[in-house]
């Protein structure tokens, strides 16, 4: 059983920098990706970066390319995301999530998500 783990939630201030970090345990080489999903209040959770656990290939969202990096450590089954420049629309619950695929069978998880305020 996969769980994801996030780092506490934090309050930073406008045009600051933020790292959240997810640990993943019981992780299996049959995982993919992990992502971030931000989630604000009344919306829709939205994607902004994803990277891949075997080759490291980063994705990302249009809106926060130059502005966000997302990294992993593969030994400690950690991803992080790095934040630049935030602005308090940023503020949001963070989700981490992972993709496990073993042959026809794909599960999602979740983590509990960790709440960023960004303050004017």
């Known amino acids: 059983q996969v769980q994801l783990l996030e780092s506490e939630g934090v309050v930073v201030q406008a045009r600051g920098s933020l790292r959240l970090s997810c640990l993943a345990s019981?992780?299996?080489?049959?995982?993919?990706?992990m992502d971030w999903f931000p989630q604000a209040q009344g919306k829709q959770r939205v994607f902004v970066a994803s990277?891949?656990?075997?080759?490291?290939?980063?994705t990302y969202a249009e809106s926060v390319k130059g502005q966000f990096t997302i990294f992993i450590d593969k030994a400690k089954n950690l991803v992080s995301l790095q934040m630049n420049n935030l602005e308090p629309e940023g503020t949001a619950v963070y989700y981490c999530?992972?993709?496990?695929?073993?042959?026809?069978?794909?599960?999602?998880?979740w983590g509990q998500g960790t709440q960023v305020t960004v303050s004017s």
């Open positions: 999530h992972t993709l496990r695929r073993r042959g026809s069978d794909r599960r999602d998880y």
């Open positions: 019981g992780s299996d080489s049959a995982l993919t990706t």
């Open positions: 990277i891949t656990i075997g080759s490291e290939v980063a």
